[in-house]
């Protein structure tokens, strides 16, 4: 895979279930853009099972700069939340969040089993969820006049970038979007021409 596409999910997954001696797995698994969509996430699913025991999970942001967590959720340590990290990383997926919910079902499973039924239900939600490729890109601002406004707009229809904001009021202010694999180099020739400021915004 090229280093400016990632991996992620499409959208939330249907939940799962995974069984073992009576107790129950619910698996989920989430797109996250941020670590502060995990607790919402979370909450609410402690509110739609609130006869779970534990709802313990893990998540991975970024592609470069990878930041993941993972929580045992009061299970013992490492027997829960590296299990279902462990599964992010086999699908190769991330900016996701794998959460499962466990509703005790009176027979102990050991420490091993618990690391075979977490890292079940977090594959099978995964197995359940849409996995799609996704580029990683860059942002420029361009500030420039209107005289300058044909030469730009042939040089991003030319180059094929994404065009997310544009503002003509006095000066013209367009923001771009890069694929990462070429943003140096689209980044320069903003750079080489005459009368037009380019600049990182990300």
Not at 32 to 60: F, G
Not at 66 to 82: C, F, I, K, T
Not at 110 to 122: D, E, K, N
Request: aromatic share 8%; net charge positive.
């Amino acid at each position: 895979m090229e280093a400016d596409v990632y991996r992620t999910l499409e959208k939330p997954s249907a939940e799962i279930l995974f069984k073992d001696r009576k107790s129950k797995f619910f698996g989920y698994a989430f797109p996250i853009d941020s670590e502060a969509q995990v607790k919402p996430l979370i909450e609410a699913l402690r509110k739609q099972h609130h006869t779970a025991n534990h709802v313990c999970y893990a998540w991975q942001l970024g592609t470069q700069k990878v930041l993941y967590r993972a929580n045992d959720d009061g299970e013992p340590n490492n027997s829960a939340g590296m299990p279902i990290y462990g599964q992010i990383q086999s699908f190769e997926v991330t900016n996701v969040l794998v959460a499962v919910a466990r509703i005790f079902g009176g027979t102990k499973l050991g420490v091993g089993g618990l690391i075979q039924a977490y890292r079940m239900a977090a594959q099978m939600a995964l197995e359940n969820a849409t996995i799609i490729e996704k580029i990683v890109t860059s942002h420029f601002q361009l500030d420039f006049d209107y005289p300058q406004m044909d030469q730009v707009m042939r040089a991003i229809k030319q180059k094929n970038l994404a065009i997310i904001s544009q503002k003509m009021e006095m000066g013209c202010t367009v923001v771009i979007s890069v694929r990462q694999g070429s943003a140096d180099a689209v980044f320069g020739m903003f750079q080489q021409m005459h009368r037009i400021a380019v600049k990182k915004l990300d």
